[in-house]
């Protein structure tokens, strides 16, 4: 049910109310050219949560990555004014809960339909490296006969899936993944639990795991026990492999597509693939924090986007290496200390605040490892660049510290590194600010900078 409201936030205009959830109120807004776009207004209660404000922030840099035709992309944030919001692309249609609350079951074309496109999302996104932590049939539009995937999970960066203070519980029972439920470590594969979930839903009309107690369904998940017998006989064996208990059991995204791609309801039942899932080890039941979202994959299914990447934080990045390097040339011993320290500090302030923590030792042991890595490309460097002959020491010691500069953020192990300056850098410029920052200001800067270390070395 739609409310009327003529609010102005930002560039945005606000059109209606659209729909409201555990963490915000979602609009139909307007953007500056006069587009649809849907706006999420996190609730007052999350903006005054500082730390999951900076968590949403990090999140929110790992969302603009997805790319696919079945998921609304995410277009703007902000996150650092009194009313922080989320802007996404605008799916006119109707929920896939309301539809079939509605109209009944899919058909069974329909189902498969809907199953191999939901798959075709999950693999898309998590081909960028993100956990969409939410998937369930509120959150999957009808456009047409086309499903879109929205509003990824936020409600777990307020605390997991739970809100301490008050008790509340926060996710939809029925479709979340045991591991979720025990605030164990969260994988993909709990996305393919949920999506499992969702597609049974459509073909029956019911929630997997009963309609009981909040009690009962969360027992019944934790212990298995899916319906799964009242779901067509087609879909039962494809059912069964993603609804497993143990995480490392389920199919992966992609492995739940090829499966998907061989359900045939005319047939009465699956042509199951026979080829074994790889062995892997069972992750521990015990409660442990949302881990980092994995990197993106070396051969991404979408072409790079430029345009979006110099409107980004990332870019601000680069622009800020760059600067560095060139710094470094100019004083190789001041600025190199300096940025062997800023690479400590954000090693630090990732162990100590991040959500991740590693064993303390682990962390030395990387850490050292890194710096003595990034000190041999620096001492290869100067020896290949005296093996020339055509450089003197004056020289080649300032360009061998430059490499030294880099190699601390993009050798092997630099990961924590790049991703506290990203999360930082997302958190400070967040949505549009980025580009603003990177023409107006970090870009002449490292421009100046270049130029510089060019004048030193002639």
């Not at 049974?200 to 369904?217: D, K």
């Amino acid at each position: 049910m739609s409310t009327r409201t003529h609010e102005q936030l930002g560039p945005y205009r606000l059109i209606e109310k659209i729909g409201e959830g555990g963490m915000g109120v979602v609009h139909l807004g307007l953007d500056g050219a006069g587009r649809e776009v849907a706006v999420k207004v996190l609730h007052p209660h999350v903006a005054a949560d500082l730390k999951a404000r900076d968590r949403l922030a990090r999140e929110v840099e790992s969302m603009r990555r997805v790319r696919s035709r079945y998921v609304a992309e995410m277009l703007d944030a902000e996150l650092t004014g009194s009313r922080p919001y989320i802007v996404t692309r605008f799916a006119p249609g109707r929920t896939l809960e309301a539809t079939v609350r509605e109209r009944g079951p899919l058909k069974p074309r329909e189902v498969v339909a809907v199953a191999r496109k939901l798959c075709q999302a999950l693999v898309d996104i998590h081909d960028a490296g993100v956990i969409h932590r939410d998937l369930k049939p509120s959150n999957v539009m009808l456009v047409g006969d086309e499903p879109l995937v929205i509003d990824f999970g936020i409600a777990h960066l307020v605390n997991a899936t739970r809100l301490t203070q008050s008790g509340m519980f926060v996710g939809t029972p029925g479709y979340l993944a045991p591991e979720v439920i025990r605030d164990s470590r969260i994988t993909q594969a709990a996305d393919v639990h949920s999506l499992a979930s969702t597609v049974f839903f459509a073909a029956t009309g019911l929630s997997p795991f009963g309609a009981g107690t909040f009690e009962a369904v969360c027992f019944n998940t934790l212990e298995g026990r899916a319906r799964i017998d009242e779901a067509p006989v087609w879909l039962r064996d494809w059912l069964s492999r993603a609804l497993r208990v143990d995480p490392a059991a389920r199919p992966t995204a992609r492995e739940l597509l090829r499966l998907a791609d061989a359900l045939d309801p005319a047939a009465g039942r699956t042509r199951v693939m026979r080829a074994p899932l790889p062995p892997v080890p069972v992750a521990p039941t015990v409660r442990a924090e949302l881990p980092e979202p994995p990197g993106p994959p070396a051969a991404p299914r979408e072409p790079f986007d430029l345009r979006r990447f110099v409107a980004g934080s990332d870019f601000c990045g680069v622009l800020i290496l760059v600067t560095l390097m060139a710094l470094t040339v100019v004083k190789p011993v001041a600025v190199g200390l300096t940025v062997a320290a800023l690479s400590l500090a954000l090693r630090a302030g990732a162990y100590f605040l991040g959500e991740n923590r590693r064993t303390l030792s682990r962390v030395v042991l990387v850490t050292l490892g890194h710096v003595v890595l990034a000190l041999a490309l620096g001492v290869t460097a100067a020896a290949l660049l005296h093996s020339t002959g055509r450089l003197g020491t004056r020289h080649v010691e300032p360009l061998a510290a430059s490499v030294f500069t880099l190699g601390l953020f993009v050798l092997p192990g630099a990961g924590t590194v790049r991703q506290a300056a990203s999360r930082t850098l997302a958190r400070l410029l967040p949505g549009h600010r980025a580009l603003t920052m990177s023409v107006a200001v970090l870009g002449p800067i490292a421009l100046i900078a270049m130029i510089t270390a060019l004048t030193e070395l002639l």
